[in-house]
């Protein structure tokens, strides 16, 4: 293989870590010094906000106010106990076994400007808040 194709290659798995709109993945070894004792606030694809602490111990009690199986109007809050891990490949993973449907996720985490952080893909979809 030829110096020019070395060095786009190179080049290319340089810019993996970086995303759209500047964010930038976050790497294994930041996530473990980052998400223990972090609240998180998300939206699941149908529209319920989830509320959880990541606890240092891999632990995790989540709620939600359940717009997906508790109606339109979210009235049904619920709660539930899961698990959250920094995966080998550096992702951010979550496992809640909900009453009616279990959830059990990896997720790159990318940062944005100012405290902003995305799952996979910089969108307002793939939001994700963290809070200390």
Known sequence: MSKLA??????????SAFAQDGAVKMTRDELLTFLPTTKVTHFSS???ERHWTNEPDGSLYATTNNKTYGGATGSRTTGQAGRWKVSDEG?????IDWKRASEDWCASVLKGE????YLNKVDDKHKIVFSK
């Not at 070395?6 to 810019?15: D, E, I, T």
């Not at 100012?114 to 952080?117: A, I, K, N």
């Open 91 to 95: 992702k951010y993973c979550v496992e």
């Open 6 to 15: 070395f060095a786009v290659l190179g080049s290319l798995v340089a810019m």
């Open 46 to 48: 149908g529209g319920s």
């Open 114 to 117: 100012g405290d902003t952080y």
